[in-house]
């Protein structure tokens, strides 16, 4: 079953810190892997895309990482804002005849000045 | 570069009522998408145009909800009747390309339906 696992579920860190957020997927087969960014009452917002050979693609404070042999990605944000603060969901697609886009559930990133 | 607009913003029904969700996608996509996000949750796909054919409306609740993009452009989500689980925030989306395609999906700011 294609499915797109996420962690930690919620986050809270004081601005400025670094914080990394987990997803791992068993989608196949895989096309690529975007990170989007869904600011409260907004809907979700393209950050990186990563395809099969892309290990890492960063975006300003934004770096995402890919290891398509484990199926693992993270989102490492660097020197965290109060604009940091919202969701961030892991997209991955496949390249099955039904051309699927799974979505995660998300992780909320609260930033606390 | 005008964005996906979806109207309207906000709408509070009561159960067994008709609701209807307009979205005009950014021009020239032929993608257009129909999500259901919950609290927390991310969004599920109801329904997936390309131009104005449904490619895909394998999880869309056919006793009670249909959409229709007429003319491959802008398109309309009904919920007739509205049950009490329908109350969640229904996502647009359109891309340049296919579902597994490079082409991100761009997002409208969705409608808050609660069913009271």
């Known amino acids: 079953k294609n499915q797109v696992e996420q962690s930690p579920q919620s986050l809270i860190i004081l601005e400025g810190k670094n914080c990394t957020l987990q997803?791992?997927?068993?989608?196949?087969?895989?096309?690529?892997l975007r990170w989007y960014k869904q600011d409260t009452g907004r809907g979700p917002v393209s950050l990186t895309i990563?395809?099969?050979?892309?290990n890492t693609k960063s975006n300003g404070r934004y770096t995402a990482t890919l290891d398509a042999d484990t199926k693992q990605s993270s989102l490492h944000i660097t020197a965290s804002q109060l604009s940091d603060s919202a969701s961030y969901i892991c997209?991955?697609?496949?390249?099955?005849?039904?051309?699927?886009?799974?979505f995660g559930s998300g992780t909320r990133l609260s930033i606390r000045p | 570069e005008a964005g996906v607009v979806q109207s309207p913003r906000y709408k509070i029904i009561e159960k067994k009522q008709p609701v209807a969700f307009w979205c005009n996608p950014i021009?020239?996509?032929?993608?257009l998408y129909w999500y259901r996000q919950n609290l927390g949750q991310g969004p599920e796909l109801l329904i997936r145009?390309?131009?104005?054919?449904?490619?895909?409306d394998s999880q869309l609740p056919k006793d009670r909800f249909s959409a229709e993009r007429l003319k491959g452009v802008d398109s309309t989500l009904k919920i007739q009747p509205a049950e009490l689980g329908d109350s969640a925030v229904y996502l647009c989306?359109?891309?340049?390309?296919?579902?597994?395609?490079?082409?991100?999906?761009?997002f409208g700011n969705g409608t808050r339906l609660t069913v009271t």
């Open positions: 989306a359109s891309s340049l390309g296919a579902g597994n395609s490079n082409s991100p999906l761009h």
């Open positions: 997803c791992n997927y068993t989608v196949s087969p895989f096309s690529n």
């Open positions: 990563m395809t099969f050979s892309e």
């Open positions: 997209v991955v697609s496949s390249y099955s005849s039904a051309s699927k886009i799974i």
């Open positions: 021009s020239g996509h032929n993608t």
């Open positions: 145009y390309e131009n104005e054919e449904a490619v895909d």
